[in-house]
């Protein structure tokens, strides 16, 4: 049993003493007491208060000391970015948010996170030995093990860009990229359904993509575009021309834009996503009809992943989420009608709850995980190791 395990006993946050961790581990008290030790160096746990006497000294407790360390997550949308601190519980100190057109390069995009990670240290009265690790989730494909984007479609100059490069010459941590359907699918799980290992989150705003958890692992693929539904072939769409020079595609139908250029051509005055939530609530009857069909079409290609994926819980979030039950009943309609009866008879299709947030929450979780993870935990406690031999 290493560090790690006896840190994953105590991640629960309950107090115990080096007895009941050595009854737990079959270690000697003394092993326990060395790695007890090294992990309070980490700053990882920390003393809380004194155990019951049976007589004599009261035995120390240990337990997970969240407030140690801080992480960044940050969302880099298509035109906004919102960025969080929060512990390593995952509990949100401070936030920020901008207007931002990730068009504008990647000097200008991550100028603004260098800042505004400096911004939130100084408002939670940290300094750069707190910050543990930052998140960071990127709306176009990501090579995961580099941190680099893709040919991503709507980021022009960022096509292998050395993102975490970037970040490091201002801040010498480690810094974790993503894409942000597959953080937004971190936060919403970590903030609304902890104990689901099987949840599958689906962004309709710009794009249409999918951010797949199965087995409690984010599922990425080989090249990391695992979940991009978008540009899956839909019967209604033959003909329609995709910005990824394809016919056919999903997004080419039933994404933002798309629906914003459906409903101009019926005379409404509509210029993105927002406007077309803003019609549906206020009940134009021609804005419902055309979100309830894209949930539809959107149901089509979801109906496939529930048979493929098998997952407990899907969420609708992005943008076009706000449409609600227009967008969800469309969706639900198909899947339950064209899926396995096996696959959706605990099936839950739901709205976002977490919302805007998802994806800045899940950034953090991505860095945490890292933070936590049992080989960044090992490669610490070797270095404390070495440290103490000299």
Known sequence: MQTSDLFEL?????????AQLAQVTGLARSTVAARVDVLIRLGLVAPYGDGASTGGRPPSLFAFNPGSRVVVGVDIGATHAQAVLADLSGAVLA???????????????LGWVTDTVDQLLTEDRRDLSHLAAIGIGLPGPVEHSTGRPINPPIMPGWDRYDVPGHVQRRFPVPVLIDNDVNIMALGEQQAQWPSVTDLVFIKVATGIGAGIISGGTLQRGAQGTAGDLGH????????????????????ALAAAPALAARLREAGAEV??????????RAGDLVAVQAVREAGRDIGEVVATLVNLINPSVVVIGGRLAAAGESLLAGIREVVYRRSLPLATEHLRIVSSVVGERAGSLGAAAL????????????????????KLAK
């Open 95 to 109: 936030s920020a948010g901008a207007e931002l057109d990730v068009a504008s390069g990647p000097e200008r995009v």
């Open 232 to 251: 899956v072939r839909v019967t209604r769409a033959d003909g329609l021309v995709c910005r990824c020079g394809n016919e056919g595609c999903l997004e």
């Open 271 to 280: 210029a993105d996503g927002s406007q077309v939530v803003d019609l549906v």
């Open 367 to 386: 860095a945490i995980g890292h933070v936590l993870s049992p080989e960044a935990i090992e490669t610490a406690s070797a270095a404390v190791g070495a």
């Open 10 to 18: 105590l991640r629960d946050g309950r107090p115990r003493t080096r």
